[in-house]
């Protein structure tokens, strides 16, 4: 089969023919129909992540947004069976740790992660296979395109786990959101629809623009503004300070003002990953937090369990992942487009629809 290879980190990915899997015992094979290209497969490209021991090695192929339909099925799967229309988080839990059994499986003890593991090779691919297929396939729901799901991929439901169970959003709540790539705007449209106020933060206008399209209450372009700018702009936009603050990013800067946009007792979410000028460790007011009684929370994916309510909203309509694609792309194209990220020049979500 045909799929993208990382042979070296920066470098473009090569698109080769290597063996097709078959099914662990149990584990399923699936035929990737569409896979998200998200900004985790960037940092995975750059070699991100070696300061907590988590950098991709040579060898992997890349993509953990896929959605497609099972062609092989392991023995001791029960749930899953083929020709069944499936999504795949790209934290796979085993479903038998402690965290899974009690709700927990996005930090899994003995978790693999989609597209970053030998053990998980990723969905830049016409076939992947899904361990403990009965605990990490997701049934699609009828009438939903393997697109849709796929640009609803890890974005939609990081941002979904981030608001609903680190930040405890509820209605009426403002939200703050710093960057409005994909997770970013994914934040947008799922805070609009749980009823909360949100105030989008990027120094791009058209992803401003999406996001307005997508339900942000106000936006502040943040291009040429320092720090103090910005959150001021927030806390104004907000009455005080959001309820609930995300950097939807990563980078020093937007964490900061994440939590300098907080209100008293507010929550910063943090869901980018950071680049190698970070490497992971950011400077923090401490004391401005104690005062504040401001929490500061991590936010990994979304345990698999928790999948159903998010198809609920998908199924309502609520949600649209659909309207963040603004561009489906060939397995051929995957490493200019992974290439376009280093200087910001995509906008909303693009998906891999052609292998």
């Known amino acids: ?31 990737v129909e569409a896979c998200g290209v998200c900004r985790s497969d960037w940092h995975a490209w750059q070699g991100h992540g070696e300061w907590v021991g988590d950098a991709v090695a040579d060898g992997q192929i890349l993509g953990h947004e896929p959605a497609g339909r099972v062609v092989a099925v392991g023995d001791r799967v029960e749930r899953v069976a083929e020709g069944d229309r499936v999504a795949v988080p790209f934290n796979l839990g085993d479903g038998s740790c402690p965290q899974c059994l009690s709700g927990h499986g996005n930090v899994c003890e003995d978790g693999l992660a989609l597209g970053f593991q030998r053990e998980a090779q990723g969905a830049f691919a016409e076939q992947v296979h899904v361990p403990y297929a009965d605990y990490n396939a997701m049934h699609l729901p009828d009438g939903v395109s393997a697109r849709d799901m796929a640009a609803l991929g890890c974005r939609f439901m990081t941002a979904f786990h981030a608001l609903t169970a680190r930040g405890d959003v509820g209605a009426g709540d403002w939200i703050a959101v710093h960057g409005c790539g994909g997770v970013g705007l994914s934040t947008v449209h799922i805070a609009d629809a749980l009823g909360a106020r949100v105030v989008a933060v990027d120094i791009r206008d058209a992803a401003l623009d999406l996001a307005t399209e997508l339900g942000a209450d106000a936006v502040v372009n943040a291009d040429g503004k320092d720090g103090r700018a910005v959150t ?78 998010l198809l609920r909203l998908l199924e309502s309509g609520e949600i649209e992942p659909g309207r963040l694609v603004r561009r489906e792309v060939s397995l051929a194209e995957v490493p200019e487009r992974l290439a376009a990220m280093t200087e910001y020049e995509t906008t909303g979500v693009e998906v891999v629809t052609e292998f």
């Open 1 to 31: 089969m045909r799929a993208a290879v990382l042979r070296e980190h920066g470098e473009p990915l090569e698109i080769t023919d290597v063996e097709a899997p078959d099914p662990d015992p149990h584990g399923v094979v699936v035929d």
């Open 232 to 309: 001021g702009a927030v806390r104004g936009a907000t009455d005080g300070g959001a309820h609930v603050s995300v950097d939807a990013l990563g980078v020093a800067e937007t964490c900061r003002n994440s939590v300098f946009s907080l209100r008293r007792r507010g929550t910063h979410v943090q869901v980018g990953l950071t680049t190698d000028e970070e490497r992971g460790e950011v400077s923090l007011p401490v004391e401005r937090m104690a005062m504040m009684e401001a929490d500061f929370k991590g936010a990994r994916g979304m345990p698999p369990t928790r999948y159903d309510e």
